[in-house]
């Protein structure tokens, strides 16, 4: 059981160019999550989403966008890095309120 | 803006020892409350929740929930070397999902 996988594990970008963090879960979760950890701190929430094809706006959505086009995959776009998108990101899904299961997180760098 | 305070440590305890940590919120609407652990270059795993006031045991851990003072804690007995790690505490104020907001966390050392 994969339960949430998440590539890349580290992606070091130049300001200005563009990824896709790639979020799949096979646990057949309604909701989804992306979040961000700056060193130091806590989770911040960038984009959630309710099922596929609802998505909406957490914390931090500024510079990036999300599509959820089935219930396994919700890609997190990066478009125009800058400095201040270095962080470790983290992909989460959920079957209601309880517990979230995180995939194993993105390092990424942009220089 | 909803807030969740921690204190960031570390927390320093010999093993065997009792830890407490410790979590204060500010919005009063919010419906549950969880402890994560999160140990270096890790992702977060869950501890414990809780959604009633007073007290919920899970093997050595406890959360105590106090909703009109706010705060909630985990309290860890026996503590051992290996529960060194970052414990965020959460808060979902959302009833339907979750729609965590995270506090910072606290550093927890637990020395042999």
């Known amino acids: 059981n994969a339960g949430v996988t998440q590539t890349p594990k580290f992606r070091i970008l130049k300001i200005g160019q563009s990824m896709t963090l790639q979020c799949t879960q096979d646990m057949n979760h309604n909701y989804m999550y992306w979040y961000r950890q700056d060193p130091g701190m806590g989770l911040k929430l960038i984009y959630y989403?309710?099922?596929?094809?609802?998505?909406d706006k957490g914390e931090v959505p500024n510079g990036y966008n999300v599509s959820r086009s089935t219930t396994e995959d919700f890609p997190l776009r990066l478009e125009l890095a800058a400095p201040s998108q270095t962080s470790v990101y983290f992909c989460?899904?959920?079957?209601?309120?309880?517990?979230?299961?995180f995939g194993s997180g993105t390092q990424l760098s942009v220089l | 803006q909803k807030e969740v305070e921690q204190n960031s440590g570390p927390l320093s305890v010999p093993e065997g020892a009792i830890a407490s940590l410790n979590c204060t919120y500010s919005d009063r609407g919010s419906q549950s409350f969880f402890w994560y652990r999160q140990y270096s270059g890790k992702s977060p795993e869950l501890i414990m929740f809780?959604?009633?006031?007073g007290d919920k045991e899970d093997g050595r851990f406890t959360a105590q929930l106090n909703k009109a003072s706010q705060y909630v804690s985990l309290l860890i007995r026996d503590s051992q070397p290996s529960d060194s790690a970052t414990y965020l505490c959460?808060?979902?104020?959302?009833?339907?999902?979750?729609?965590?907001?995270f506090g910072t966390g606290t550093r927890l050392l637990v020395s042999p």
């Open positions: 809780i959604y009633s006031n």
């Open positions: 959460a808060v979902n104020m959302n009833t339907g999902f979750q729609k965590l907001v």
């Open positions: 989403s309710v099922g596929a094809g609802i998505t």
């Open positions: 989460a899904s959920s079957s209601g309120v309880e517990k979230l299961f």
